[in-house]
């Protein structure tokens, strides 16, 4: 949506249909935070329950979340959606879930945002947190099919909006394929790159080749040379950390933190291109254009000073905190890319595609979904190292920093909905 593309919103219905349409998502287990700003929504948190109920964990969770809504400085108000199943069966969702709520309105109140409205989601009944008319608010609530048959949802469906019950995880399907000649040639490709990865000629050559992957307009459509040549690639650990920041923040910056790291060797910058298979050797398609306006990684690169990018870290970019606004498209053909390498193969490549996968979820927004397929990556290997860095932050409920802000927070649309 755009400002000349609004919805308007009426009902408690619309506004709870409006929720998993603008996650393009369905929330479990979820608090949904939405800032108004006089009529109008502003910016959409959502984040993993607290998994204790004492008064000390929610007031801390509490502060946290007035930390994270203060980011919109023109907010005025506060939505609040509960998404859980706990408490449906026996109608004590609404003492059950009181207490959290009581806990951020005290907090949002010093913040100077109004508590304007709350309610509560199950998989089969939602209700107002705050309506005690039982001809209103029937126990155990209304009906979940009011919400999917509002005209708002009808509106974004209609549109073309689609809410998945979770990222396209690993399921039937999509298990690895173990072909032993296929892994015989990323081993023989991993080799030669763990001879030249020190090199910034090959380097950069990597990065070109991933850049095209991910500008292409099939960014999920290679062969099997070439699907080995990326997911070799993936394996050694200082390229794979780079393709992450190039996705988000663009190659100046890969580069220079890279610089910074001293990856580089002071030998064999020169020599023999990479053997690069025909598959990754095309241009974009034609009329392809470097992303633009504000927000786009690729817009800003020239832009960006050499003594800024090379201070930077990577770490920086995994927290979300450089750039400012990240290229959410090259990140969305990122994730597109990695859900094609990981079936494959399986062992170290697939354990990076899960990882870097559910990085983009906790991106996004989505801990929990992060989590899952954390998860799967340290199933697929065992003491994956980043995955268990990753799997740690979750854990301790950090929201990556570009999902503070309206201006950078992934959304599947944009302004106007009122």
Request: glycine content about 10%; proline content about 6%.
């Amino acid at each position: 949506m755009t400002a000349d593309n609004r919805v308007t919103i009426s009902r408690p219905e619309d506004i709870l249909g409006f929720i998993p349409h603008a996650l393009g998502l369905w929330p479990k287990e979820s608090l949904v935070a939405i800032t108004l700003r006089g009529l109008t929504l502003g910016a959409t948190l959502r984040v993993d329950l607290p998994p204790e109920r004492s008064e000390h964990v929610l007031a801390a969770y509490s502060r946290r979340i007035g930390e994270y809504l203060e980011a919109d400085h023109d907010a005025d108000g506060v939505l609040l959606a509960v998404f859980s199943d706990d408490g449906w069966d026996d109608a004590g969702v609404v003492g059950g879930q009181l207490p959290l709520l009581e806990a951020l309105d005290l907090v949002l109140a010093r913040r100077g945002l109004a508590l304007r409205d709350a309610w509560f989601i199950g998989s089969d009944y939602w209700r107002s947190a705050f309506c005690t008319d039982l001809e209103c608010c029937p126990l155990p609530g209304r009906p979940v099919d009011q919400i999917l048959d509002s005209r708002l949802n009808a509106e974004m469906v209609f549109r073309g909006s689609n809410v998945r019950e979770s990222p396209r995880l690993p399921g039937p399907g999509d298990e690895p394929v173990l072909d032993p000649e296929f892994m015989r040639a990323e081993g023989a490709m991993l080799e030669e790159l763990l001879r030249r990865w020190r090199s910034r000629k090959a380097f950069e050559e990597m990065l070109d080749v991933w850049t095209r992957v991910l500008d292409s307009s099939h960014p999920d459509e290679f062969d099997d040379e070439a699907a080995a040549f990326l997911r070799a690639s993936l394996r050694v650990p200082a390229w794979r950390d780079a393709v992450v920041v190039l996705a988000a923040a663009g190659k100046a910056v890969a580069c220079g933190g890279a610089e910074a790291f001293r990856f580089f060797g002071h030998e064999g910058d020169e020599g023999d291109p990479l053997d690069i298979p025909p598959g990754l050797h095309s241009p974009p398609p034609a009329g392809r254009k470097p992303p633009e306006g504000k927000g786009a990684a690729g817009a800003r690169e020239s832009r960006t000073a050499a003594t800024d990018v090379s201070a930077l870290s990577y770490g920086d970019v995994l927290l979300g905190l450089y750039p400012e606004n990240p290229d959410w498209k090259r990140l969305t053909s990122l994730d597109q890319v990695l859900a094609m390498l990981s079936r494959h193969g399986g062992g170290e490549a697939r354990a990076a595609t899960l990882t870097i996968r559910g990085w983009i979820q906790w991106c996004r927004g989505s801990g929990s979904f992060a989590a899952e397929l954390l998860s799967q990556a340290d199933a697929e290997q065992q003491g994956y190292r980043l995955a268990e860095l990753l799997a740690e932050v979750v854990r301790r409920g950090t929201v990556c920093g570009w999902a503070k802000s309206k201006s950078s927070a992934w959304r599947k649309f944009g302004e106007g909905a009122a």
